[in-house]
């Protein structure tokens, strides 16, 4: 009897994670540290929940079904904020709201294979992507970073077969946190173009990126949209992470099959959820700005603490948004390692082997850390508890 797609696939490592530490009892001295998974604790500012709550009482149509690709106002408002911050030249018509950023990467992935057909991911990957295409039937073809965190181009090309339908990048990555510089991701725009595939960029964590300005050209070429397909989050910039709204923007013409997909699954994205991400864009512009400005404070925090690490035979592979990806000193795999530090250190963190594929040995010495929830202090902790850890 074969086995189911879901049977085939891995459990959400995140809720594993969160079994870990189910009958463990933390003392008042030595709080979990709860590195886990990249998502904000904090509600949404005040203002923000009013709005939210104002829409929720005063307008019918927040209980209501919607259009399929997302409220117009809301599809139009985040065309605009690309067209600003990318130079960009995008319009209603390209984006689509969906039901969170993984439902995006999803619908995109319906309009662009089949089953038995490929697609190329860096690895380490971030496991959500390589679950759904398990899950929808399409084979994950594994490409090994490089230098700094980052994927080879010409690596990539030596990938590519008649099966293959696209290539997935996220920046600021997810999990090694690093930025991915602009050249790279136009040199494989380039491939993909050449090659009549397309090139998913997921972007969830582009409103902490440290640099100032586009992030990339890719919105700027010429008829982009035929191969680009842009995948966004409203969940960490505006903390609406419960209410699941993401975006997809690509042509209209792969927007008319995602409606498809996108009926079926969900029909419509969160109507209260829509509303407060437009309240946001419209209002929240400072505050996004001072959000970002604290996380990047704590990304230097994590750099400037790591020497404390660093000579006990840690190494900071990669940082950057929410993430600092490590390399630990141990005789022991990360698999085996990160359930050990819940009870030995008071550390919830996920094993380097959650985002790679089985076997691969690159996993078994690496560890994702979460940070986007822990201040100067919360990191101070972190980095006491790790140092002091004796295996």
């Given at each position: 009897m074969t086995m189911t797609r879901?049977?085939?696939?891995?459990?959400?490592?995140?809720?594993?994670a969160r079994r870990w530490i189910?009958?463990?009892?933390?003392?008042?001295?030595?709080?979990?540290?709860?590195?886990?998974?990249?998502?904000?604790v904090d509600p949404p500012p005040d203002a923000l929940r009013q709005a939210m709550a104002d829409a929720a009482l005063?307008?019918?149509?927040?209980?209501?079904?919607?259009?399929?690709l997302g409220m117009p106002a809301l599809r139009a408002g985040l065309s605009e904020q690309i067209n600003r911050h990318y130079d960009a030249m995008t319009a209603a018509e390209n984006v689509a709201v969906t039901s969170g950023c993984n439902q995006a990467f999803a619908a995109a992935i319906a309009t662009l294979c089949d089953e038995g057909n490929e697609l190329i991911l860096p690895t380490p990957w971030y496991f959500n992507h390589k679950m759904w295409l398990d899950m929808a039937g399409v084979?994950?073809?594994?490409?090994?970073?490089?230098?700094?965190?980052?994927?080879?181009?010409?690596?990539?090309?030596?990938l590519i077969t008649h099966k293959t339908r696209a290539i997935a990048l996220v920046t600021p990555n997810n999990p090694a946190g690093v930025e991915y510089?602009?050249?790279?991701?136009?040199?494989?725009?380039?491939?993909?173009?050449?090659?009549?595939?397309?090139?998913?960029?997921?972007e969830t964590y582009r409103d902490f990126d440290s640099r100032n300005g586009p992030p990339h050209a890719l919105f700027q070429q010429d008829g982009w949209d035929q191969t680009f397909v842009h995948?966004?989050?409203?969940?960490?910039?505006?903390?609406?992470?419960?209410?699941?709204?993401g975006a997809l923007v690509t042509s209209p013409a792969r927007l008319a099959e995602a409606e498809k997909f996108l009926d079926t699954v969900a029909i419509c994205p969160g109507q209260i959820g829509q509303y407060a991400a437009l309240?946001?864009?419209?209002?929240?512009?400072?505050?996004?700005?001072?959000?970002?400005?604290?996380?990047?404070?704590?990304?230097q925090a994590i750099t400037?603490?790591?020497?404390?690490?660093?000579?006990?035979?840690?190494q900071l592979m990669g940082l950057g948004a929410y993430f600092a990806y490590m390399r630990h000193p141990f005789d022991i795999s990360s698999a085996d390692l990160a359930p050990r530090l819940v009870t030995e250190a008071g550390i919830l963190c996920l094993p380097g082997t959650m985002f790679w594929p089985d076997g691969a040995a690159e996993g078994r010495a690496q560890l994702r850390i979460a940070f986007a929830n822990l201040d100067a202090d919360g990191i101070a902790a972190l980095y006491t508890r790790l140092s002091a850890l004796t295996l």
């Open positions: 879901t049977a085939s696939t891995f459990a959400p490592p995140v809720m594993e189910d009958g463990v009892t933390f003392p008042p001295d030595r709080p979990l540290i709860n590195v886990s998974q990249a998502a904000p005063t307008r019918d149509d927040a209980h209501l079904y919607g259009p399929v084979t994950s073809v594994p490409l090994p970073v490089g230098a700094g965190m980052l994927p080879d181009v010409t690596v990539a090309k030596a510089p602009d050249a790279l991701v136009l040199a494989f725009y380039e491939l993909a173009k050449s090659h009549g595939i397309a090139l998913i960029v997921d995948l966004y989050s409203f969940s960490k910039a505006y903390r609406l992470t419960g209410h699941r709204v309240w946001g864009l419209e209002n929240l512009g400072q505050w996004v700005a001072g959000e970002r400005d604290e996380i990047l404070a704590r990304r400037d603490g790591f020497p404390v690490l660093a000579d006990r035979g840690w």
